[in-house]
């Protein structure tokens, strides 16, 4: 088993999944500024706004977790819903808060916010790729027990072996799927004939959510909500957004947005 401990430094303890999540991070604002210039928006855009966004995504990922596993927390006290440190946070959480605080971030700078969209879906995609790293090393996230994982490497096979049985390492599903979607979007991003001014954003919505809803489904460990799991009721709504949003940009002919 892997220490989820990666520095420790008298009191201070800095574990892998914060490193996952900030390395992951990191890339992303990185190939935002890069993609930045050819949308005409300045780097210290980018920089701002994640400075803002970050530290209140993390808190909507701690929030979402909270309301829709209330039963538990409702019985506990206050405290307990600020121990980020003791596991539970969602993505979804995060990518939702992350949304608003993009679109009223555009608003104020005006900043075209389909081309800040276009800009940071490549990277989330990349940076939840990464993330879900830190979801091995906590073992957590994962599937039904398996009697083997021969195809796997040793090291993943190890970590997988979780009370007394092996488990299905839906981590590494999602993000082999999420990197899958990363070299895609790179690719498809530089052919405007195939995917269009906030199609690269669209495309985010339906890769992601058609893979975290296949994924989701394999999870022992989701939060669940009118006998689906959460996840899966919002990968289904953010493929149909996808979808609806691609079809309406193609077939209208004007759209208005902030300009720079």
């Known amino acids: 088993m892997i220490d989820p401990i990666a520095i420790q430094l008298g009191p201070l ?3 892998w999944y914060a490193l996952c999540i900030m390395s992951g991070v990191v890339l992303a604002v990185y190939l935002a500024m890069r993609e930045a210039s050819r949308k005409k928006i300045k ?3 980018i920089l701002d706004f994640i400075l803002i966004a970050f530290p209140l995504s993390i808190l909507g990922a701690r929030l979402y977790y909270i309301i829709f596993d209330w039963d538990y927390y409702s019985t506990q006290p206050f405290i307990e819903m600020l121990a980020i440190w003791h596991g539970g946070i969602a993505i979804y959480g995060g990518l939702i808060t992350g949304a608003i605080v993009l679109f009223a971030f555009s608003y104020y700078r005006v900043i ?6 276009d800009i940071a879906a490549p990277g989330v995609m990349i940076a939840q790729a990464i993330g879900r790293w830190g979801n091995f090393i906590n073992q957590e996230a994962y599937g039904k027990a398996v009697k083997s994982l021969d195809y796997l490497p040793d090291f ?3 970590q997988m072996y979780i009370d007394g049985s092996y488990r299905v390492p839906t981590f590494l599903y ?3 799927w999420n990197i899958l979607g990363f070299v895609i979007i790179l690719i498809l991003r530089r052919k405007p004939r195939l995917l269009k001014q906030g199609e690269v954003a669209c495309f985010y919505l339906i890769w992601y959510g058609c893979g975290r809803f296949v994924i989701e ?3 022992t460990d989701s939060l669940m909500l009118g006998g689906l799991r959460v996840s899966q009721w919002l990968s289904a709504v953010l493929v149909f957004t996808g979808f609806l949003l691609m079809v309406w940009r193609r077939y209208k002919k004007s759209i208005p947005y902030y300009q720079n």
């Open 217 to 219: 489904g394999m999870r």
């Open 112 to 117: 075209n916010p389909i081309d800040f969209l």
């Open 156 to 158: 993943i096979r190890k």
């Open 174 to 176: 999602e993000s082999l």
């Open 43 to 45: 780097s210290d855009d």
């Open 13 to 15: 303890m800095i574990r």
